[in-house]
């Protein structure tokens, strides 16, 4: 597997600090900036820790992140003040490519499951800080998520019972230390100090992996991930609004054509229309509270969750887009 260098960005009040607990700002705090001067400079992805607490700290932590997202150019990951299924949706819907549960938490132990139903295992991580952390939810972890974020040093016990990539959060400096970590088999990359630090040229990191014939990604290119909604993945950006429509819903047919295990979509389908309609309903009810809060980005949000499963019911039924625009011209 290639190792990945994955950057830190601690938020609170929406800028930058330098770490848990930190209150001075990393750099001018600017987390747009420098997510951009992260990319730039060679990292595979971002991984933000939210430290917000009260309701509406946590929105505008949300916006922010989608903000990161659009402007990083890179696949992001989210971990902190994770409470309930609607975090987890919100920060997939701004663009995170993956969400960080915290396992040291027994209520987001109880969301995994539904949530890997529900978005697909690929777009959840587990974060673990004792190893009894992994040991106690292995059979669920394994089955429902795409690896582990370590903030401790636990790959040794874990490779020793389990092949789960894991991505290590560390506060090593020393390359030599850093070198032998990544050489670990089932180590998916770094995060922490060091690769978070202004002063590292990540690009020079890599390239010493290399001549460790550790293999690393040599930049991230661009359109190599999508993040229109957290529901699908593709090649490149579509040209119009309507093929993104089109482009989902030939998604949702291949679903029902070659179910995937863990896929939202294939639990819908084998629960069939009555459990469709109902999170039709849910979503209708979701809308009309959004409308109220009059919150525009929230309702667009809902919006597009309620297309989502429209587009599920067309499936089961049999109806295709071409059907709804001829209904639509005629009126």
Known sequence: MKKQMIPCLYLQYEKAVTGFGQRNLLGDGD???????????GADGLLIFDFSSKEQEHERAIKKIGSICRTAEIPVMTAGNIKCMDDIKKLIYAGCEKVVLN???????LLLEEASRRFGKEKMVISISSFHEFADNQ????????????????QDEVAAV??????????????????????????SGLSGAYISNLDTKIHKFKERCREENISVNREFEKGDSSRRNGKIVSESFPESSFSVLQDVYKLILDRK???????????????????ILK??????????????????EEIACEISDLLYHIMVLMA?????WEDITQELTGK
Do not use: M, W
Not at 257 to 275: A, H, M, R, V
């Open 103 to 109: 396992f040291s938490k027994k209520s987001n132990i």
């Open 279 to 296: 999170k039709i309903g849910e979503e209708c009810t979701d809308i009309v509270i959004a409308a109220k809060n009059e919150d525009k």
């Open 139 to 154: 059979k669920l972890i394994e089955q429902c998520s795409d690896g582990i974020l370590a903030l401790d040093s636990l």
């Open 162 to 187: 389990s092949q789960i990539p894991v991505l290590l959060h560390t506060d090593e400096g020393k390359e030599e230390e850093l070198i032998a970590l990544l050489k670990g088999k089932y180590v």
């Open 257 to 275: 054509e070659n179910p995937q295990e863990g896929s939202y979509i294939n639990y819908l389908f084998d629960k069939g229309t009555d459990k």
């Open 31 to 41: 987390v747009e900036a420098l997510g951009r001067f992260y990319r730039d400079g």
């Open 316 to 320: 089961e039924k049999g109806i295709f």
